[in-house]
């Protein structure tokens, strides 16, 4: 199985701060990496896709990059409602696979 | 819109199975795969496996697949994912999610497995 590493696994940040979020995967995976955001409510939302296509509605302050191996998340400014987890997950081969996740949380 | 609504929260015993829906709404149903995602308590998120509508083909996760069956009813536009001989370590909050750009997630299904 891939094995996909996040880091940090928890970020303190500030608002309007620019922040990164790193996944690499333990082999190549083509650029076949999501990005997804998770409230405490559980809700889940899909934010990249393919490494760096922004899904329908997610702000232009998000975006994704990377390639082989490793793969980031960007957020350029803060904003409160980015304060939550942010899983990455690869789907280049089966089974699919997770990130452990980051928690952004407020300075 | 695009609507992937889950059923409601299941408490079970030990050794029972339980079955789980995703209905979904706003598109056609056979041209997106259906994929399912468990979350323990604190952890971060497994693939169980997807299906696809059109076809009923299935690709699972290993780890589940002793433990998952995946199916759909296309007349309903509903994915179903049965989980069997339950123990508490199938407690967790399961997830349905469309396509592989997973673009569209359910609300999710907290099961609870407990005598």
């Known amino acids: 199985d891939i094995q996909m590493t996040q880091t940090p696994s928890s970020m303190p940040a500030s608002l309007g701060e620019r922040v990164t979020i790193s996944c690499r995967a333990s082999q190549g995976i083509s650029n076949y990496l999501n990005w997804y955001q998770q409230k405490p409510d559980g809700t889940i939302k899909p934010l990249i896709y393919y490494t760096s296509n922004l899904q329908s509605g997610v702000p232009s302050r998000f975006s994704g990059s990377g390639s082989g191996t490793d793969y980031s998340l960007t957020i350029s400014s803060l904003e409160p409602e980015d304060f939550a987890m942010y899983y990455c997950?690869?789907?280049?081969?089966?089974?699919?696979?997770f990130g452990g996740g980051t928690k952004l949380e407020l300075k | 819109q695009v609507k992937l609504l889950q059923s409601g929260a299941a408490l079970v015993k030990p050794g029972d199975s339980v079955k789980m829906s995703c209905k979904a709404s706003?598109?056609?149903?056979?041209?997106?795969?259906i994929h399912w995602v468990k979350q323990s308590h604190g952890k971060s998120l497994e693939w169980i496996g997807y299906i696809n509508p059109y076809s009923g083909g299935t690709n699972y996760n290993e780890k589940f697949k002793s433990k998952a069956t995946l199916t759909v009813d296309k007349s309903s536009s509903t994915a179903y994912m049965e989980f069997s001989r339950l123990t508490s370590e199938d407690s967790a909050i399961y997830y349905c999610?469309?396509?592989?750009?997973?673009?569209?997630w359910g609300q999710g299904v907290m099961v609870t497995v407990s005598s």
């Open positions: 997950q690869q789907y280049d081969s089966s089974p699919w696979t």
């Open positions: 999610a469309r396509d592989y750009s997973g673009d569209y």
């Open positions: 706003g598109y056609t149903f056979t041209d997106y795969i």
